[in-house]
């Protein structure tokens, strides 16, 4: 078989690699750092990988554990033989099947290894380049998409050195990560890499003997049609990155305690990002973390956006919507009058104020009324694919023609129905069942372009879409719109930006490398100060993208209260973090008329007790409805100063963390605070008919495990009959009576002092009662509490029984 050589080996030199392999097959290389060794035999295989520190081997035994394989169709080929010249420190591997001969530099520093390939011959055949998987014995903590495995001793991990070279495994032709379960992470299996075993990534993954570290590269210079996206059929086009030479990786082993500085060092020495925020590092910088408040605002309202802000203790304030397109991304003209030059201005009067504004994008999505759709649609719009006009197309005509229907009657994911020909978008409501094939009930000048006669054979493309009715953008338009977003933070210097939506980029058919290089695109465009001060987030992470993302913040606020809408997923968040050595956040919370101060500490505490931020999304509107939002912005500035001063310990912190416990705490000085555990107990109570002489009150119990003190409470009514003359009789002794009526919403809160007050559902004052605090006093131990009040049957009262422990001081 005649080999082509396609890197430019002459035939002389190849000759000689040739009988260098052949004399040399029982090579052996020793890389070493001061923490990791790892040794090749002659044919490229790893036979050991030590932790030097705790004199341990930390591979699992294995036949396939090469240092890197060739995927050649579907077959994976691994070297035959190695050689090494150590002074140029370069390793050759061998791949008789192909007559394949890799070449590849290493480089060996105190604190990480890395490997490049530099030469492939016949690379052009090569589908993939695999790094791995490297198996070890590790099974602790997996950090799926750092790449990061951990035990209690030691931490190894493999970075991938450039944007080609993606973490995981090729397991997808599209290069999406599978969508592992998040509850099965405790499955341990390595039977295929269809099995769901870990979420978000795999470029470390947990097995059944311990876990594995992979990478890999895929040759791209070919179009080629692959299910993409809920498409069985999608038109993939040939992007130019020098296929799969070039990909390069680095491994490194350490302390677990040094495993997010050894990442810095290599990000550092190897020119990958590494953004700092005021000359810190992001990865471990404390305002990383720091929260903000999520409000509209604009030239008229910004004063009062900007006072709220601060009230709350915050320096960020952000905008979740402010653009009429997206796309070219024009602002709202009602807000921002001179669209970017008023967001620079108000960006400018904000920091004077000490407060940095930022805003919400859907990274590629292209919304219907952007000027890349309307009244001329650009050809970079991300097409599924595309076959030619079969008859004339009448500029009237309702029914359109076509070769080959098998892109345009795919209908999962095909939110808009839409086609491009020439200059003129085109609506579909179906595709005829068999031939001709016609695209059916036709809205031609479909988005605000104009419909025109097209010819027999010209082409027709399907485009891609997405569910939220918007369209999506090919490789060369993402880059451009990711340009565009870089100029939005040049112009304005906005400090904060999230790209969610950060999925649509998959309609380039690349998968987690194109959405890499959409964020990395925009990263590089930045102008030098602003690499160094913008937090950024994302709606979905990546291995390289771990280096340019601050943080992430997942969390959704719209389905209910702050203790209720998506807890569990915020808590399971908080791990996804830890064990991928990213700062803690908890997501966003909607701070709405009826948020109490009870439900703001709750968050506040979990806040406090991960060491985590959030997102508070609110409205001028709902702020001036609270009644107690005086109170609240204080609490969140008091938590958030202890929180970001690092005033609670470690053991405070584990307490904090518990969503069962409630907390309360108050500012005493400067820089110190008093923190109460509050023990609270919910219960319901509903007005039913009894049988005779049986009462009608409500017993409840409760426990004091606190010094005695007067019992608080809040009782709410969600009944639509007003409920009237509430009591409270303590251990069948003492009663206390208040003349009150409850209207639906309305909470009758007592928390020490002389009264109880009435708040309307909003927390608006209505009245006070006088209360006698020595009736409502219970020491520690076990009390019967009986709630009584006159309403109809069924009226329901929720009662929130409350006490608080001693006070424990805490400073920064």
Not at 130 to 150: A, D, F, H
Not at 416 to 421: C, E, G, N
Not at 722 to 735: A, R, Y
């Amino acid at each position: 078989m005649k080999i082509k050589n396609n890197i430019g080996f002459t035939p002389i030199i190849g000759l000689l690699l040739g009988i260098f392999f052949w004399s040399c097959s029982e090579n052996k290389l020793d890389l070493e750092t001061d923490y990791l060794k790892i040794t090749l035999d002659g044919r490229g295989k790893l036979t050991s990988i030590y932790d030097k520190t705790n004199r341990s081997e930390l591979q699992h035994p294995s036949d396939s554990n090469y240092l890197l394989s060739v995927q050649v169709n579907d077959e994976i080929l691994f070297p035959q033989e190695m050689d090494i010249d150590e002074a140029s420190q370069h390793i050759y591997l061998a791949f008789d099947q192909l007559e394949m001969k890799a070449q590849l530099q290493y480089t060996q520093n105190k604190n990480y290894i890395s490997f490049e390939l530099i030469n492939l011959t016949n690379s052009t055949q090569a589908d993939h380049l695999i790094w791995g998987p490297y198996r070890l014995n590790i099974s602790e903590t997996i950090g799926e998409t750092v790449g990061v495995v951990q035990n209690g001793q030691f931490a190894m991990g493999i970075q991938a050195l450039n944007i080609k070279t993606l973490g995981g495994y090729p397991t997808n032709p599209d290069d999406t990560e599978p969508a592992y379960d998040i509850f099965a992470t405790n499955n341990l299996t390595d039977v295929s890499d269809s099995v769901k075993v870990l979420y978000r990534g795999q470029t470390a993954r947990r097995t059944n003997y311990g876990s594995k570290l992979q990478a890999y590269t895929r040759n791209r210079l070919e179009d080629k049609v692959i299910p993409v996206w809920a498409h069985e059929n999608y038109t993939v086009k040939a992007y130019e990155d020098g296929g799969v030479v070039g990909s390069k990786i680095a491994l490194f082993g350490s302390p677990p305690s040094e495993a997010l500085n050894t990442i810095g060092i290599i990000e550092v020495q190897e020119g990958l990002p590494h953004p700092e925020i005021d000359g810190e590092w992001a990865k471990t910088s404390v305002e990383s973390t720091a929260s903000y408040l999520i409000m509209p605002f604009g030239v008229n309202s910004i004063d009062n956006a900007i006072s709220l802000t601060k009230q709350a203790g915050l320096k960020y304030l952000y905008h979740g919507g402010p653009f009429a397109t997206w796309g070219n991304f024009k602002l709202n003209e009602k807000e921002f009058p001179e669209n970017w030059e008023s967001m620079k201005a108000l960006v400018s009067k904000a920091e004077d104020q000490g407060v940095h504004l930022g805003v919400h994008t859907l990274s590629n999505f292209i919304t219907t009324n952007d000027p890349y759709v309307s009244p001329i649609p650009d050809e970079r719009l991300a097409k599924v694919g595309t076959t030619k006009l079969s008859i004339d197309l009448g500029i009237s005509d309702k029914e359109v023609f076509i070769e080959d229907p098998k892109f345009f009657n795919q209908m999962k994911n095909n939110n808009l129905h839409t086609v491009m020909v020439g200059e003129e978008l085109i609506r579909y409501e179906a595709v005829s069942e068999s031939s001709p094939w016609k695209l059916l009930n036709c809205v031609r000048g479909a988005f605000g372009t104009e419909a025109s006669s097209h010819a027999k054979g010209k082409e027709i493309s399907k485009l891609m879409d997405h569910g939220y009715k918007t369209f999506l953008s090919n490789t060369e338009l993402s880059k451009e719109i990711a340009l565009r977003i870089a100029d939005f933070c040049n112009q304005t210097n906005i400090r904060q930006i999230s790209f969610d939506g950060l999925e649509g980029n998959w309609s380039n058919g690349m998968g987690q490398y194109s959405r890499q290089l959409f964020v990395n695109t925009w990263y590089e465009h930045l102008k030098p100060e602003l690499k160094g001060q913008v937090i950024n987030d994302a709606s979905n992470p990546g291995h390289f993208f771990w280096h340019i993302f601050t943080r992430m913040n997942w969390g959704e606020p719209w389905y209910a209260g702050f203790r209720e809408s998506q807890t569990q997923y915020r808590l399971m968040n908080q791990d996804y973090f830890d064990r991928n050595l990213l700062p803690n956040m908890l997501g966003w919370f909607s701070l709405s008329p009826e948020t109490s101060i009870m439900d703001a500490e709750w968050l506040l505490a979990r806040a406090a007790g991960f060491d985590a931020g959030f997102g508070l999304a609110t409205s001028l509107e709902a702020v001036e409805k609270n009644g107690r939002i005086g109170e609240i912005l204080e609490k969140i500035k008091n938590w958030e100063d202890a929180r970001l001063s690092g005033a609670f310990d470690e053991k405070q912190k584990e307490n904090l963390k518990n969503i069962n416990n409630e907390f309360t705490l108050e500012q005493t000085g400067k820089g110190e605070w008093e923190l109460k555990e509050v023990h609270s107990e919910i219960h319901q109570i509903i007005k039913k008919e009894k049988q005779p002489g049986e009462p009608l009150a409500k017993q409840l119990n409760f426990q004091n495990p606190y010094d005695s003190q007067s019992l608080g409470f809040l009782l709410s009514s969600n009944s639509e009959k007003k409920i009237t003359e509430i009591s409270l009789e303590i251990n069948n002794f003492t009663t206390i009576k208040i003349p009150v009526v409850l209207s639906k919403g309305d909470k009758l809160a007592y928390e020490g002092g002389s009264h109880a007050v009435l708040y309307d559902k909003e927390w608006n004052k209505l009245k006070e009662y006088p209360i006698d605090s020595a009736k409502l006093s219970i020491p520690r131990g076990n009390h019967s509490i009986i709630i009584d009040m006159e309403a109809p049957y069924e009226a329901v009262i929720k009662a929130e029984l409350f006490v608080r422990g001693n006070s424990i001081s805490i400073q920064k």
